[in-house]
């Protein structure tokens, strides 16, 4: 089984361009997670989508927004893009969410860099 | 505010050495605990995970982790590390966050295992 993929896998832009990053969780995880994660510290919450909805966010500016398709893929965008963006972003699935456990997967990530 | 905290940022050990790495969390409700673990080039990946039940969890490879609910911890050991265990190693945990729970990282360890 295809485990969550994202693309691409990295990503050059310059300061105040737009990106926009891609994820396929696994089949029949509904909920699909964003990270980010600079070098040398542990991964950001950045938002979670679940059935379509945004079930949690972050402490992330507006410039960063998601969605989730129907088929349950996701999109990150960030518009208006600062240095300080860099960073590697990562996608999680989960079968579910809520407040019981789960776990989630993660793909490879989309390594972003601003110039 | 929820917090996870990792006492050693860098380990080095060497092969056999045992391993021991600290994880205290700050949240007073129900958590989920988790060990991840990130092979150089490779992405995020689950060691072990803590739901409920028997607090000594045992992970793959060896790996094992302990929940202290009276120490909000969950220290991850190995009793003999290998130079493939060269990796960086996230403590995360699973918070409530309203109806939902928010996925809180740590900033992870490095562990170099010197053949």
């Known amino acids: 089984d295809a485990g969550v993929t994202q693309s691409p896998t990295h990503l050059i832009k310059t300061r105040g361009q737009h990106v926009t990053l891609r994820c396929s969780p696994i089949?029949?995880?509904?909920?699909v997670s964003w990270y980010q994660q600079v070098l040398g510290q542990g991964p950001q919450f950045i938002f979670q989508?679940?059935?379509?909805?945004?079930?949690g966010r972050g402490n992330f500016p507006d410039r960063f927004s998601a969605r989730q398709f129907p088929n349950y893929s996701s999109e990150l965008n960030v518009n208006a893009l600062l240095l300080g963006d860099s960073a590697l972003y990562l996608c999680?699935?989960?079968?579910?969410?809520?407040?019981?456990?789960?776990?989630?997967?993660f793909g490879p990530g989309t390594r972003l860099t601003v110039t | 505010a929820q917090s996870v905290s990792q006492h050693n940022h860098h380990v080095i050990l060497s092969e056999a050495a045992s391993l021991e790495l600290g994880c205290n969390y700050s949240y007073g409700g129900t958590v989920n605990l988790f060990w991840y673990v990130q092979y150089p080039g490779q992405h995020l990946q689950l060691l072990l995970k803590?739901?409920?039940?028997d607090p000594l969890v045992k992970g793959i490879k060896g790996f094992e982790a302990e929940f202290i609910k009276s120490k909000f911890s969950f220290n991850l050991r190995k009793p003999s590390v290998q130079w493939s265990d060269t990796a960086e190693y996230f403590c995360?945990?699973?918070?409530?966050?309203?109806?939902?729970?928010?996925?809180?990282w740590g900033l992870g360890t490095s562990l170099a295992v010197n053949p």
């Open positions: 999680a699935s989960s079968p579910t969410v809520g407040t019981g456990g789960y776990e989630q997967y």
């Open positions: 989508y679940y059935e379509k909805e945004e079930r």
């Open positions: 995360a945990v699973n918070a409530r966050a309203g109806n939902n729970r928010k996925l809180i």
């Open positions: 803590y739901f409920s039940g």
């Open positions: 089949s029949g995880h509904k909920s």
